[in-house]
């Protein structure tokens, strides 16, 4: 059974840097693009930022310049490294991957962990 299991999250003031971590467990056969996505209170769940297998990445325009994503394939994990942070990223943040277990090619969802930006 194939696991995504988040760690990283806290409260952090403004102008602080957080990062999260996403590590993929279980049986399967690759790990395609890994994302970040992130829901807010009251908001519908919104892209952060992904990451192809071979390293290129997008982002949304409200974290350029400020959140880097980035993998260890070897490890099958991914990071979110969010500097500058402002309380209007408090949010639920989920990992999300397509991962193909050879016989099925899907979505996996971590369980989300709570960032909070504030003094």
């Known amino acids: 059974q194939v696991q995504l299991v988040e760690s990283g999250g806290g409260l952090v003031q403004p102008g602080g840097s957080l990062r999260l971590s996403c590590a993929a467990s279980g049986s399967f056969f690759s790990i395609n693009i890994m994302s970040w996505y992130r829901q807010a209170q009251g908001k519908e769940r919104e892209l952060v930022a992904s990451?192809?297998?071979?390293?290129?990445?997008n982002y949304a325009d409200s974290v350029k310049g400020r959140f880097t994503i980035s993998r260890d394939n070897a490890k099958n994990t991914e990071y979110l490294q969010m500097n500058s942070l402002k309380p209007e990223d408090t949010a639920v943040y989920y990992c999300?991957?397509?991962?193909?277990?050879?016989?099925?090619?899907?979505?996996?969802w971590g369980q989300g962990t709570q960032v909070t930006v504030s003094s």
């Open positions: 999300n991957a397509r991962i193909n277990t050879g016989y099925y090619t899907g979505n996996y």
């Open positions: 990451i192809t297998s071979g390293g290129a990445t």
